[in-house]
Nanobody
Framework: QVQLVESGGGLVQAGGSLRLSCAAS??????????VGWYRQPPGKQRELVAS???????TYKDSVKGRFTISRDNAKNTVYLDMNNLKPEDTGVYYC?????????WGQGTQVTVSS
């Protein structure tokens, strides 16, 4: 059974930083066949892709977070991270971890990030 558990969300002032963690079980994020990503759902809006990693050397970011967010993997801990710096109020939302293996996609329960101005 695949489980993804996010943590690290919270309330932060604009300009601050947070690190989100996604602990995976039942699936190895070290596998080349597994792509990982972070999505967010702002209040009243649809879920959107923030950052993805098809391999440790291949990452993509939403334009508005480039240079501020970094996605990374710790294979030993089977954990995916999202480091978020210089946070802005528009970064507010529920952040979800995703792992994709072939046609299968797995989601965590989400963690709330609120950035105050």
């Amino acid at each position: 059974q695949v489980q993804l558990v996010e943590s690290g969300g919270g309330l932060v002032q604009a300009g601050g930083s947070l690190r989100l963690s996604c602990a995976a079980s039942g699936i190895s994020i070290n596998s080349r066949a597994v792509a990982v990503g972070w999505y967010r759902q702002p209040p009243g809006k649809q879920r959107e892709l923030v950052a993805s990693s098809t391999s440790p050397a291949s990452t993509t970011y939403k334009d508005s977070v480039k240079g501020r967010f970094t996605i990374s993997r710790d294979n030993a801990k089977n954990t995916v991270y999202l480091d978020m710096n210089n946070l802005k109020p528009e970064d507010t939302g529920v952040y979800y971890c995703n792992a994709a293996f072939g046609s299968l996609a797995y989601w965590g329960q989400g963690t709330q990030v609120t950035v105050s101005s």
